[in-house]
């Protein structure tokens, strides 16, 4: 019989890489390991980093708003979903708050980064007291924004989500790798996975 052990906190980003391949949680909480840093993401942190200067410079024209102010790297917990995270962007205006989240990418949105908005939204939603109903994902790539509404039914999936993780990490589980081969290529934990290609 396996011992019980507490489950730490979550973060947001947990909820990004189970929809990408469950088996980056197993080796993040339950047989925890010091990946490899990957190009991939050392150019992600530099390109935030560039992007967050251009965006203070910037009109809120490409986010279809007349007005508002921009706020950078927002911390943000839920002791209610034991969740936290970094938000890299609030638009605040006066009437809603709209999270963004920049990715590095010339593709459109993955499932696993709209519930990862999705997933600050809830945060944001406890934070300021009011519900969100859009935010947005910054294709760096393409220099492109695309609108994400925060649905009932994404709401709560997050919510199954971040229940399905706990159950993953407090059975010991390693979860199934998804067939898509592609994402293996780059994964940082590529390595310690017995079932890479």
Same mark, same amino acid.
């Given at each position: #019989?396996? =011992? /019980?052990?507490?489950?730490?906190?979550?973060?947001?980003?947990?909820?990004?890489?189970?929809?990408?391949?469950?088996?980056? &949680?197993? +080796?993040?909480?339950?047989?925890?390991?010091?990946?490899?840093?990957?190009?991939?993401?050392?150019? $992600?942190?530099?390109? @935030?980093?560039?992007?967050?200067?251009?965006?203070?410079?910037?009109?809120?024209?490409?986010?279809?708003?007349?007005?508002?102010?921009?706020?950078?790297?927002?911390?943000?917990?839920?002791?209610?979903?034991?969740?936290? $995270? &970094?938000?890299?962007? =609030?638009?605040? /205006?006066?009437?809603?708050? @709209?999270?963004?989240?920049?990715?590095? /990418?010339?593709?459109?949105?993955?499932?696993? @980064?709209?519930?990862?908005?999705? =997933?600050? =939204?809830?945060?944001?939603?406890?934070?300021? +007291?009011?519900?969100?109903?859009?935010?947005?994902?910054?294709?760096? $790539?393409?220099?492109?924004?695309?609108?994400?509404?925060? /649905?009932?039914?994404?709401?709560?999936?997050?919510?199954?989500?971040?229940?399905?993780?706990?159950?993953?990490?407090?059975?010991?589980? #390693?979860?199934? &790798?998804?067939?898509?081969? $592609?994402?293996?290529?780059?994964?940082?934990?590529?390595?310690?996975?017995?079932?890479?290609?």
């Amino acid at each position: #019989m396996k =011992a /019980t052990y507490p489950i730490p906190p979550l973060r947001i980003t947990d909820v990004k890489q189970y929809l990408y391949c469950p088996r980056i &949680i197993y +080796f993040t909480y339950v047989v925890p390991v010091n990946p490899k840093v990957t190009r991939k993401m050392e150019y $992600g942190k530099e390109e @935030h980093e560039l992007l967050e200067k251009k965006e203070k410079r910037r009109t809120l024209k490409r986010y279809n708003l007349p007005e508002g102010r921009r706020e950078f790297r927002i911390p943000l917990y839920s002791p209610r979903l034991e969740l936290s $995270g &970094i938000l890299d962007m =609030a638009i605040i /205006t006066s009437q809603d708050i @709209h999270p963004v989240e920049y990715k590095n /990418t010339n593709r459109k949105p993955g499932r696993n @980064h709209i519930y990862q908005l999705t =997933a600050y =939204a809830l945060l944001m939603e406890e934070k300021y +007291f009011q519900p969100l109903r859009r935010g947005y994902i910054y294709l760096r $790539g393409v220099e492109e924004v695309v609108p994400i509404v925060f /649905t009932e039914e994404r709401k709560l999936y997050v919510k199954r989500v971040l229940g399905a993780i706990r159950n993953m990490v407090s059975r010991e589980s #390693m979860g199934k &790798i998804l067939r898509s081969r $592609g994402r293996c290529i780059d994964c940082e934990y590529r390595y310690f996975c017995g079932d890479r290609g």
